[in-house]
């Protein structure tokens, strides 16, 4: 399956609280197979699936049996350990789609593991349409609960229209465009590439110049003004944070912290081996 990972990058490490954007497919499942992703843990992150197409079949170890499934959010959070599967359905022929993650705040990073589901309604805009997952934008709000102030929503865009959106000033904001001929504040942004805007804009201005509908994912918060250590599936704020957390992965010494996952059948992934540096802690550069 082909992924491109868009964050975080050399030069960013965060936009506001999220840390990491996957953008993945389309993938015809009948060449490749699809998803199969045995269980796995998490730590110190909300877990934020949203698709285009297809259908993934999601386990965990809090006991939720859920499906991701077009224009719904599933949102998993990991706090002090979480494992979970993803597989996609056999009825599932094109599979495309955004993996996000959200670092957790210092206050927050090992709170108890959490799930919740939400299919925003479409809010039809002068020039398109939008979908608010999280957060607020063009009048919506998402019910799902975040630990820190973010907004996440798909943009579609009509040929040659153009949108301006009021958002929060004190947000810094990145479009991931998924298909389309898109300009974010009149700069080409071109699909499977992040634009940013930098906090103290009171709008957002989006722009198709082509054809065909564009299709996009704005995502946005204030500034995480943390260092986070992210490594494998694992967030901490040092070396030993997750040296110790993949230690409980790979042993049998505090099973209860990530829990198991029932009903997936096969046997879970082991952890990779660490580096043989430490890991450091990163910010953004500012």
């Not at 006991?63 to 979480?82: S, W």
């Not at 820190?148 to 959106?165: C, D, Q, R, S, V």
């Not at 940013?196 to 804009?201: I, K, M, R, V």
Request: proline share 9%; aromatic share 6%; charged share 20%.
């Amino acid at each position: 399956m082909t992924v491109r990972r868009t964050l975080p990058q050399r030069a960013r490490t965060l936009i506001g609280a999220w840390c990491f954007v996957d953008h993945y497919g389309p993938d015809d499942v009948s060449d490749t197979g699809g998803m199969d992703v045995a269980p796995h843990p998490h730590t110190g992150l909300q877990t934020v699936s949203w698709l285009f197409s297809g259908e993934i079949e999601h386990r965990d170890s809090l006991g939720v049996h859920a499906y991701v499934r077009p224009g719904e959010l599933n949102l998993m959070t990991g706090g002090h350990g979480i494992s979970h599967s993803e597989v996609s359905t056999p009825a599932t022929t094109v599979l495309h789609g955004v993996q996000l993650w959200v670092a957790l705040p210092e206050q927050h990073r090992h709170t108890a593991r959490d799930f919740h589901h939400h299919a925003p309604r479409p809010v039809a805009l002068d020039g398109g349409e939008v979908r608010v997952f999280l957060g607020t934008l063009a009048g919506d709000t998402s019910p799902v609960p975040t630990f820190t102030p973010l907004l996440g929503a798909e943009l579609t865009i009509h040929p040659h229209a153009a949108l301006t959106l009021t958002v929060d000033p004190a947000f810094e904001h990145a479009l991931l465009v998924d298909r389309g001929d898109v300009t974010l504040a009149d700069t080409p942004v071109r699909p499977a590439e992040l634009g940013y805007l930098a906090p103290g804009t009171t709008t957002v201005t989006l722009a198709n110049t082509g054809d065909e509908p564009a299709r996009t994912v704005l995502i946005g918060g204030t500034p995480f003004e943390e260092e986070i250590v992210m490594w494998w599936n694992f967030i901490g704020r040092s070396h030993e944070d997750i040296a110790r957390a993949r230690e409980e992965w790979m042993s049998s010494a505090n099973p209860d912290r990530f829990g198991a996952v029932q009903g997936y059948p096969g046997d879970r992934l082991p952890a990779p081996e660490l580096p043989g540096v430490p890991l450091k802690p990163r910010g953004n550069v500012r």
